[in-house]
Nanobody, 125 residues
Framework: QAQLLESGGGLAQTGGSLRLSCEASGYTLISYAMGWFRQAPGKEREFVAA????????YYSPSVKGRFTISRENAKKVVRLQMNNLEPEDTAVYYC??????????????????WGQGTQVTVSS
């Protein structure tokens, strides 16, 4: 069974940076897009960023655009999320997800059917 494994979370100061990685393990996962979501305590899970494998088109939430960058490593089917200029409001558990049905809209969690276990990101003020 395929699994998505996230890494790279941790503690950062306001204005600092962290880089998250997500890699599929197990049998080959054929996905059309990868996404990152986050969930802060007491809040609903929200979209952060997404990337289509076919043409590397990227999508960002307005709250992170210009600060976060989603990228890919083709050979390893790894997706990274570079987070710069972090703010305390970025504190959350971050999840990566895979879309294996080629959805048009990637900014909703219903577009994804494989999810990682989540990695904690904490930004101190």
């Amino acid at each position: 069974q395929a699994q998505l494994l996230e890494s790279g979370g941790g503690l950062a100061q306001t204005g600092g940076s962290l880089r998250l990685s997500c890699e599929a393990s197990g049998y080959t996962l054929i996905s059309y897009a990868m996404g990152w979501f986050r969930q802060a305590p007491g809040k609903e899970r929200e979209f952060v960023a997404a990337l289509r494998w076919s043409d590397s088109t990227t999508y960002y939430s307005p709250s992170v655009k210009g600060r976060f960058t989603i990228s890919r490593e083709n050979a390893k089917k790894v997706v990274r999320l570079q987070m710069n200029n972090l703010e305390p409001e970025d504190t959350a558990v971050y999840y990566c997800a895979a879309d294996t049905y080629k959805h048009e809209i990637l900014e909703v969690d219903t577009a994804y059917d494989y999810w990682g276990q989540g990695t904690q990101v904490t930004v101190s003020s």
